[in-house]
């Protein structure tokens, strides 16, 4: 009679003898998922693991977040927590966070807040998303697989947060990011350069928002001619000189979509000078308004700056990025986010001819993963990103990759983590995407579509090579520039 027990332990064995010395450490918490993997996945993910990575979209990490609570962590990581402060008037969110015991108590009568808090974080605390985080973060700290615990853990390896930082970016072996400084949390040019200098051998090139040059711009009472002006101006500055916090820019980014839904490019000045008047005309009553209202009354200018915009882009051939899908509800009009929005933007019509910029939909398209990658199907000049579904869908990744790869050359497929607040979501998009990008592609080796060099030459494309050949990359070149960068973490 078979003995199911000794049958289980010679093939755990023998599926630890497949795991190399280099990715064990990688894998040694999740037995069962090393016992249930083809003898090619070893293979493939020996080699996918120590490549390097770029990460082709992603925020600013300040060290505001060095030491934290499970509750405010909870809330800094999750995508439901990231917009929290929107779920109260103006102001009101912030000044109870930082407040004394008495501001706290009258807001918290008034509004409700902590109790609004606690039940945001105990749901995101029983996520898959935040269990699976746990346990990859207890292997990395050495520590018990407690929330609790890792968030003590890491507290103590806050004390010296850069280091740590750095660390995290070591251990997946990140060697560019492509920084979009639209998102800043009020912190500016000393925090920029600080986190850059932190992830030091790690490279920043730096994205531009065209929505900060509107914010500087949209309150100055002066006329459509000038407002016009100065936007050129300080948008030649942002791409060419030095106005992207002393830096140039290797690309722009776009938040529009979310506002108005479908975009189509706009030319025409009239229009343009028309919803300028009429945003001053309401600039004060905007933040009061229903959101789709307050949104239209600058939709037409907003079209005409984001059309000048993607003109100088296309001129330098420097990719756009849009975001698209995700969405900070309840901000932004989650409706609106439609891929096959944005095709017009994608086509850039004129003269009867279609012109082609890069475009880079933001996010995966998620929830609308198909639409996304049947729009970079078809427009060779439409590019497919990996980042919020990368790490969010952790354990599906797996699934979600091949969806991408069945319709998406993968000399378009971009890795990104769209990291904000805290340096785990960067490391967490490394490990989870190198890992299930590792499984995916061991599905089409297995099955004959592809040879063991062809997945692994995709592996390559997918997490570095096609970062480096959209933005133009020259000096970096396409290869990994230094020798294997040492995996460090505390085990």
Not at 94 to 122: C, F, P, S
Not at 139 to 168: H, K, M, T
Not at 254 to 270: F, K
């Amino acid at each position: 009679m078979n003995n199911p027990v000794a049958e289980m332990s010679s093939d755990l064995a023998a599926s630890t003898a497949t795991t190399t010395s280099s990715t064990y450490p990688y894998l040694r918490h999740l037995p069962l998922f090393r016992e249930r993997q083809d003898p090619e996945f070893f293979k493939i993910f020996d080699v996918v693991n120590a490549l390097p990575l770029d990460d082709t979209h992603c925020h600013l990490v300040t060290d505001r977040d060095a030491i934290t609570t499970p509750q405010r962590y909870l809330e800094r990581i999750s995508l439901a927590g990231y917009p929290f402060p929107n779920y109260f008037p103006a102001g009101i969110y912030n000044r109870w966070l930082t407040g004394d015991e008495a501001t706290r108590h009258d807001l918290d009568k008034t509004y409700g807040i902590q109790a609004k808090v606690d039940e945001m974080t105990y749901h995101l605390s029983q996520s898959i998303f935040i269990k699976f985080l746990t346990k990859e973060l207890a292997q990395f700290l050495n520590c018990e697989p407690r929330f609790e615990a890792v968030i003590e853990a890491r507290n103590d390896r806050g004390l010296d947060y850069w280091s740590y930082v750095n660390a995290l970016f070591r251990n997946v072996n990140l060697e560019n990011i492509m920084l979009d400084t639209g998102y800043h949390e009020s912190c500016g040019r000393p925090a920029i350069e600080r986190f850059e200098e932190a992830i030091l051998p790690c490279r920043t090139h730096r994205i531009a928002r065209i929505e900060e040059i509107q914010r500087e711009l949209f309150s100055m009472d002066i006329s459509f001619d000038e407002f016009e002006s100065l936007y050129v101006k300080r948008l030649l500055d942002v791409m060419d000189g030095t106005g992207n916090f002393g830096k140039k820019s290797v690309g722009m980014k776009s938040y529009l979509l979310p506002h108005i839904g479908l975009i189509e490019p706009l030319y025409d000045r009239t229009l343009a000078a028309k919803s300028w008047n009429a945003m001053r005309k309401s600039y004060a009553e905007l933040p009061f308004m229903e959101r789709q209202a307050a949104f239209n009354v600058s939709k037409d200018l907003r079209r005409y700056t984001f059309t000048m915009t993607l003109e100088e882009c296309l001129k330098r051939d420097m990719p756009m990025q849009i975001h698209t899908g995700d969405g900070e509800a309840p901000e932004v009009i989650l409706r609106n986010q439609d891929p096959f929005y944005l095709e017009e933007v994608v086509r850039f019509d004129k003269d009867n001819m279609m012109r082609m910029p890069k475009i880079i939909p933001l996010h995966a398209g998620y929830p609308s993963v198909g639409k996304a990658a049947w729009l970079s199907h078809l427009y060779p000049n439409c590019y497919f990103e990996l980042s919020i579904m990368t790490p969010f869908v952790h354990q599906s990744l797996y699934d979600r990759y091949k969806q991408v790869m069945e319709a998406v050359p993968l000399s378009k497929i971009l890795f990104a983590s769209d990291n904000y607040h805290v340096p785990e979501l960067f490391w967490l998009a490394g490990r989870w995407g190198k890992r299930y990008l590792a499984k995916a592609l061991t599905d089409y080796v297995v099955g004959g579509s592809l040879t063991f060099d062809e997945a692994i030459e995709a592996a390559r494309m997918i997490l570095y090579k096609n970062n480096r050949a959209v933005y133009n990359l020259r000096d970096v070149g396409f290869e990994c520039s230094h020798t294997s960068v040492a995996h460090y973490s505390s085990e």
